[in-house]
């Protein structure tokens, strides 16, 4: 700050002359890293948590229930934030990326147990409060296992050589588990309040195809999926 507060006064100082003042070195590329990752975070999260937001209104309808399938995310953000300050102390170029990628694969959890809350719920309306413990009973344990093979898998960038990558693993998995633990306690207790009075919305075109067009043609599924992965490969 003192560097660019210099290069100001000189240039105010000389209106005139068509000068050209460059600052380099070890401090202002940290200082320009520094202003950059406060930014990236916000921008990337922010972009990140509109385009859920638009995702999850298409698909449940409401504002409402958007907004509270939401907000345990917004939490886990929180919480997630406090745990990287105590395990690394600080944010880079790529972990500031943490809260995007933490929003891409949390709301994942919050998603699978709406989703069964509201087909348990369009099967005995009124019901509620069991409906959401038939949500947690039958869909938790997916959701649970998701999140550990995930938390696993990314604690295995941890063990990279490259620092940054190292820390962007560590936080992701500890931080999936933050943003499940926050969505398994509050979202029972949101989606059950009084302030949520509208009807399970109907299911998406085309969703109740599925299994129809699964059990119909198995074998050429799995060719088609054997051949992309080899394509890929």
């Not at 960038?157 to 931080?175: M, P, Q």
Request: include cysteine; charge should be positive; charged fraction near 10%.
């Amino acid at each position: 700050e003192a560097a660019t507060d210099i290069r100001d006064r000189v240039l105010a100082a000389h209106p005139q002359d068509a000068l050209t003042v460059e600052l380099t070195g070890l401090p202002m590329l940290t200082a320009d890293e520094h202003r950059l990752v406060g930014r990236g975070l916000f921008e990337s999260g922010a972009a990140t948590a509109l385009g859920v937001f638009l995702m999850l209104t298409f698909a449940f309808r409401s504002l409402r229930q958007s907004v509270v399938t939401l907000v345990p995310l917004g939490v886990s953000m929180g919480i997630a934030l406090g745990v990287a300050y105590l395990v690394i102390g600080h944010l880079n170029a790529v972990t500031s990326g943490l809260f995007a990628v933490l929003l891409g694969l949390g709301i994942d959890f919050a998603v699978h147990l709406t989703a069964r809350y509201h087909e348990e719920l369009r099967s005995n309306p009124g019901a509620r409060a069991a409906a959401m413990r038939a949500a947690l009973i039958y869909a938790g344990p997916g959701i649970l296992t998701g999140a550990i093979t995930t938390s696993l898998a990314f604690l295995t960038v941890a063990s990279a050589r490259f620092t940054a990558y190292a820390e962007l693993g560590l936080l992701t998995s500890i931080g999936l588990f933050v943003v499940l633990g926050c969505t398994l306690m509050l979202l029972p207790v949101l989606a059950n309040g009084k302030w949520i009075t509208e009807a399970s919305p109907p299911r998406l075109v085309g969703v109740a195809m599925l299994p129809a067009v699964v059990r119909r043609a198995p074998r050429f599924i799995v060719m088609v999926a054997v051949l992309g992965a080899v394509a890929g490969a």
